[in-house]
């Protein structure tokens, strides 16, 4: 089959269309979440500690009087995992896009486990 240059200029457009379309559709759900959340930044993090930490309050961390949005655990797994996907970020030219496969299955065990002790909590 033969390709005419308009299929082809159709194709190159393409992919640009789809990704305005998805960036668009992520300003639309940032905008409502950001209408619809208390005020403040604190706010906005009380939002979002409320959909992953039980935020017990003998468990967490208080600045003052206030209580943080996560409890001392959930910020400990939250930060292992930023600063793992940091440390994969920062050392990928050096070793690759990718880890071994061993410890590739070593991580993803642990992240099962992970997903365990959540669903546990």
């Given at each position: 089959m033969?390709?005419l240059?308009q299929?082809?200029?159709?194709?190159?457009?393409?992919p640009?269309?789809?990704r305005?379309l998805?960036?668009?559709v992520?300003?639309?759900?940032?905008?409502?979440?950001?209408l619809?959340t208390?005020?403040?930044l604190?706010?906005k993090?009380?939002?979002?500690?409320?959909?992953?930490c039980?935020?017990i309050?003998?468990?967490s961390?208080?600045l003052?009087?206030?209580?943080?949005?996560l409890c001392s655990?959930c910020?400990?797994?939250?930060?292992?995992?930023?600063?793992t996907m940091?440390?994969?970020?920062?050392?990928?030219?050096?070793?690759?896009?990718?880890?071994a496969k061993?410890?590739q299955?070593?991580l993803?065990?642990?992240a099962?486990l992970?997903?365990l002790?959540g669903?546990?909590?």
């Amino acid at each position: 089959m033969k390709i005419l240059p308009q299929d082809t200029e159709l194709e190159e457009r393409r992919p640009g269309l789809q990704r305005l379309l998805l960036i668009t559709v992520a300003i639309i759900v940032v905008s409502i979440w950001l209408l619809l959340t208390p005020g403040g930044l604190l706010g906005k993090a009380d939002a979002v500690g409320y959909a992953v930490c039980h935020r017990i309050d003998l468990r967490s961390f208080h600045l003052g009087t206030r209580t943080l949005p996560l409890c001392s655990r959930c910020t400990g797994m939250y930060l292992g995992a930023l600063f793992t996907m940091v440390a994969f970020v920062v050392c990928r030219g050096k070793a690759g896009i990718y880890p071994a496969k061993p410890i590739q299955y070593l991580l993803f065990g642990f992240a099962g486990l992970w997903v365990l002790d959540g669903l546990n909590s």
